[in-house]
């Protein structure tokens, strides 16, 4: 059973930033694709970033190019987003997810795994 824990969300004002981290049931992180998703009440959940289980590429959404970065560390089993410049609109609930495809995916159907989600509020 994946288990899948974030943490680091929190209250930050415009151009601040934040790491989030996903703690991660042994091997999660080295055995699948691991993505960030975000979601705010009455949309879709959104695409963020997906690191590959395979030779760690990473894909980022075009709307946090620039100012996000994943990351993982196997030794630690953990995911990271550090998000930089952060934005009013970047409020919402971020969630890690684990994927068993090889071909990462922004897609959020793909992910078979999810944590419960940590708050991440950006005040103006």
């Known amino acids: 059973q994946v288990q899948l824990v974030e943490s680091g969300g929190g209250l930050v004002q415009v151009g601040g930033s934040l790491r989030l981290s996903c703690a991660a049931s042994e091997r999660t992180i080295s055995s699948y694709a691991m993505g960030w998703f975000r979601q705010v009440p009455g949309k879709e959940r959104e695409f963020v970033a997906v690191?590959?289980?395979?030779?760690?590429?990473?894909l980022v959404s075009d709307s946090v190019k620039d100012r996000f970065t994943i990351s993982r560390d196997a030794a630690q089993n953990t995911l990271y987003l550090q998000m930089n410049s952060l934005k009013p609109e970047d409020t919402a609930v971020y969630y890690c997810?684990?994927?068993?495809?090889?071909?990462?995916?922004?897609?959020?159907?793909?992910?078979?795994?999810w944590g419960q989600g940590t708050q991440v509020t950006v005040s103006s």
């Open positions: 997810a684990a994927s068993t495809a090889v071909v990462m995916s922004r897609i959020s159907s793909s992910y078979d795994y």
């Open positions: 690191v590959s289980r395979i030779a760690g590429a990473t």
